[in-house]
């Protein structure tokens, strides 16, 4: 960045510091320029009024004031289109890493007229375009890339409005203090679930049980008479064995040291995808990471304080 494109950043970062929760547009927050089809309006004005002074035409003094009266009236509705609106930051979704985070923003006009045309332009460029109804809100989002994990702030972004004529575009700086949590990206294809529980010595515990009933299978030498599925037995001279499962069979302990061969974001990675296989297949997790331990549990927000710690977690050599 060149020495005048520093200075203009410096002067943006002082106008236009960091605002909590909302923010009203006023004077010296605004700024407008012509737009080429403003420059090409100018021309043609000065074109008009030297020919108007050179051949001394009433009518071409007339057009051209007429005209210059218009633009002047449309410079004016451009700039009031910003002045006054007020924009407050809406608490952001969590994303995962590698999507993009939408900020939400809530515009408000409570000066009694309509604003049209407002757009809100995103660090890349991207624009999303909405209209103000008089003393009423319109919501609108910005969309910024999330490529890692952890917490996202919504960057410096930008206003506008060339409504309603295009001759000009009044524009202001956003500088909301917002927040989106981004989650790992989950691993794409990871292993099998580990199905099990703490044991008492704190290892896992696995498997079978006389809980919930599972199927049936074929009688083995040993089974006890109360196993036994009679009823089949005498329709099918067959004698069927019957198996129940324990609830421990359908619960998933998500232990950090089981993943002990894998870097910090592989094991991270895989975590993720293990709570979203589990929360989508109705299995009861628990979560042990370091610093944070989630016992068994499963639902909406089980699923986002296991991620949110996924999220957070420091990152490999930061010495947090």
């Known amino acids: 960045m060149n020495l005048l494109g520093q200075r203009w950043q410096t002067f943006i970062a002082r106008r236009h510091p960091p605002a909590s929760g ?115 809100e319109a919501r609108a989002a910005i969309a910024v890339a999330a490529p890692r994990r952890g917490r996202l702030t919504l960057p410096r972004s930008r206003i506008e409005c060339r409504a309603p004529t295009g001759w000009f575009v009044a524009w202001s700086y956003l500088t909301l203090v917002s927040e989106c949590l981004v989650y790992p990206r989950p691993e794409a294809n990871p292993p099998p679930l580990p199905f099990g529980a703490r044991s008492g010595g704190g290892g896992l515990q696995a498997g079978q049980g006389d809980d919930d009933f599972a199927g049936l299978r074929e009688y083995h030498p040993g089974d006890a008479p109360s196993r036994i599925a009679w009823r089949q037995a005498a329709r099918t001279d067959t004698l069927l064995a019957k198996t129940f499962q324990s609830p421990l069979a359908s619960q998933v302990l998500l232990d950090w040291e089981m993943l002990a061969g894998l870097d910090t974001e592989a094991r991270l990675s895989r975590l993720a995808a293990w709570i979203l296989r589990a929360e989508a297949e109705g299995h009861r997790y628990a979560l042990v990471i370091p610093g944070f331990s989630r016992p068994l549990d499963h639902g909406a927000a089980h699923r986002a304080a296991c991620l949110a710690a996924l999220a957070l977690f420091p990152a490999e050599g930061s010495g947090a």
């Open 22 to 136: 909302s923010l009203a547009l006023v004077h010296k927050r605004i700024y407008i320029v012509p737009t080429r089809r403003g420059l090409g309006l100018g021309l043609l004005l000065l074109i008009s009024l030297v020919g108007a002074i050179n051949y001394q035409l009433s009518l071409g003094f007339f057009f051209t004031f007429l005209l210059a009266g218009i633009a002047h009236s449309a410079l004016l509705r451009t700039y009031a289109a910003l002045l006054g609106l007020e924009i407050a930051a809406r608490p952001a979704e969590a994303v995962f890493a590698g999507e993009a985070a939408q900020f939400p923003l809530a515009l408000s006009e409570k000066k009694g007229r309509e604003r049209t045309g407002i757009t809100l332009l995103s660090p890349d460029g991207s624009a999303t375009r909405c209209d103000v109804p008089q003393r009423g």
